[in-house]
């Protein structure tokens, strides 16, 4: 079984700057996607970056609406992954999930709130 918990959400003026944390505990070998999604009121939940694993390479992916102003990382033992968010806007206000894949299987946080106010 694995384990998500998110950390860091707040409220924070637009313009700002958050970091999210999230630590899997569990076991988390063959993980083959790590990263952040999030869920703004009367929306579906959106990717909004995430490292995809496999064939020896790691690749990124980030949502339109937020390059160039998050930017998505992980510590070498793969426990941890973060989301620098810089520039915020009010439309990035929305309850931030971390997401993991292990053999296949996706796991969720619970969700962590970001409120950017204008």
């Known amino acids: 079984q694995v384990q998500l918990v998110e950390s860091g959400g707040g409220l924070v003026q637009a313009g700002g700057s958050l970091r999210l944390s999230c630590v899997a505990t569990?076991?988390?070998?063959?993980?083959?996607?790590m990263g952040w999604h999030r869920q703004a009121p009367g929306k579906q939940r959106e990717l909004v970056a995430s490292f995809i694993i496999g064939g020896g390479s790691t690749k990124y992916m980030y949502a339109d609406s937020v390059k160039g102003r998050f930017t998505v990382s992980r510590n070498d033992a793969k426990t941890m992954v973060y989301l620098q968010m810089n520039s915020l806007k009010p439309e990035d206000t929305a309850v931030y999930y971390c997401?993991?894949?292990?053999?296949?299987?996706?796991?969720w946080g619970q969700g962590t709130q970001v409120t950017v106010s204008s």
């Open positions: 997401h993991r894949r292990v053999r296949g299987q996706e796991y």
């Open positions: 569990g076991i988390i070998d063959s993980t083959s996607a």
